[in-house]
């Protein structure tokens, strides 16, 4: 069976790929977030820090065990593509223990 794809999914194809290397490398994003909050940072800085970077915490990101959710657009031609940023709490949920940056996903069209 031989499949055929049409002119947009070739394009949503070719600009996911552009947004997927977009301007900022996963490593650049990795040291980006770990500038702004390495693991020891109070919680309220760490959040601070994102912000200041673009990013969107804690509103309706709270995941599981108290762990949060940042996430930040890039807005592409017809597309929107997102960095993810999980921070995870220490039992008192006082300052950062792990960070896991995910991204960017892209969505559009």
Known sequence: MRIRLGPAAIVTALLCA?????????????AEVQRLALPGTP???AQAGLASAGFSCGRNYTIGKGDIMCDRD?????????????????????????????GPYCAGL
């Open 18 to 30: 552009g947004c997927a290397v977009g301007r900022q490398s996963h490593e650049e994003l990795t």
């Open 43 to 45: 919680a309220a800085q």
């Open 74 to 102: 890039e807005r592409a031609f017809l597309l929107t593509c997102v960095q993810h940023v999980l921070l995870s709490f220490d039992a008192q949920k006082s300052s950062v223990a792990n960070l896991d940056v995910r």
